[in-house]
């Protein structure tokens, strides 16, 4: 499909979306829309700020681009005060940079990112820089205030945890105990150490949901074979005396192997949360869910991972022929 076919389907999906007039109504069999409220602890902090939650993109071969434009519509028909996306904006490579620069630069509010697994496969530099010129504010194990009317929240990004780039230490630097605070991390297993440092809300990506859900093979695939604790949904608690947190792990909008999904929860996602909305003050997705048992990777695992970082770093070294590695056509 050309640029000028896909620029009039999105439109006359726009239209469709204004005419239903209903920013909760998923115009798109591709998508599923979830809608959550936030931690009760924000309840005396925030008056109401609504985010929406993006993950695991994939830009590229596998996801046509109409898919990416039916989620940035989705997003915008919302009017989210903020975005959050949760890592792997790429898949495999770095020849659609331009095209993830085009998609971001769509969303209408602020966005604020953390990189996937997959942005370092592909060269996480050129993936920052096409980001950043899609007006995102990319966060490497750091922390930012954003302020929304006379509200202020604080935000917290890890770097990949997957490829041993998380800085868990460095992300928590300067931040404020008197002001609330959300975390993105591609990882959700990494929501574990940040509830004990005062973030109580985490979004993550990664899994794709198993990407087919039923007969439960998700579980079996994502949770007993990858050994994931996290594998779709809303985890932990949200209660104001629950000592721990919760952590979101969206079913992502691309895929980077293929795109089949089956079963209601591996639809592609949009997911929104309403800061300082009492949870049960609506009807949500679902409630909050027990942790799967989980596998903590070994250290041979995590040397395995980083080891082929360095790999692709050096493949796409010898394809550009100059050992510059930040060529944008190059596939990893």
């Not at 009760?40 to 008056?47: M, S």
């Not at 605070?181 to 005062?198: F, K, P, R, T």
Request: include cysteine.
């Amino acid at each position: 499909m050309g640029r000028s076919a896909t620029i009039e389907g999105l439109r006359k999906f726009r239209k469709t979306l204004l005419r239903e007039r209903d920013p909760w109504h998923d115009t798109s069999r591709r998508f599923r829309i979830r809608r959550f409220a936030g931690p009760e602890c924000f309840l005396e902090h925030l008056e109401g700020i609504r985010v929406a939650h993006l993950t695991d993109l994939h830009v590229g071969r596998v996801t046509p681009m109409a898919v990416q434009y039916d989620a940035v519509s989705m997003t915008n028909a919302a009017k989210p005060d903020l975005v959050v996306i949760s890592g792997d904006f790429v898949c495999h490579s770095q020849v659609y940079l331009d095209d993830l620069t085009d998609v971001i630069s769509k969303i209408d509010a602020p966005v604020f990112a953390v990189l996937g697994n997959h942005d370092h496969w592909a060269g996480a530099e050129p993936v920052r820089k096409a980001l950043k010129r899609g007006g995102a504010e990319v966060l490497d194990n750091a922390n930012t205030t954003v302020s929304v009317g006379h509200q202020r929240l604080q935000l917290v990004g890890l770097d990949d945890a997957y490829t041993g780039h998380a800085d868990r230490s460095q992300a928590l630097k300067g931040l404020r105990s008197d002001l609330p605070v959300i975390g993105l991390s591609h990882i959700a297993e990494e929501a574990d150490a940040l509830w004990e440092e005062g973030v109580p809300l985490v979004f993550s990506g990664h899994t794709h949901a198993g990407q087919v859900t039923v007969a439960r093979l998700h579980e079996l695939s994502v949770g007993k074979l990858a050994g994931h604790k996290y594998i779709h949904g809303l985890y932990g608690s949200r209660g104001a005396q629950d000592p721990k947190g919760a952590v979101y792990v969206g079913a992502g909008v691309g895929a980077a192997v293929v795109p089949l999904r089956l079963g209601e929860r591996a639809k592609r996602e949009v997911a929104f949360f309403e800061l300082g909305e009492q949870p049960g003050a609506f009807d949500e997705h679902h409630q909050e869910q027990p942790p799967h048992q989980g596998r903590v990777p070994s250290l041979k695992t995590k040397e395995r991972r980083a080891q082929a970082v360095l790999r692709k770093k050096h493949k796409r070294e010898r394809r550009n022929g100059n050992g510059a590695g930040t060529g944008a056509g190059l596939d990893s």
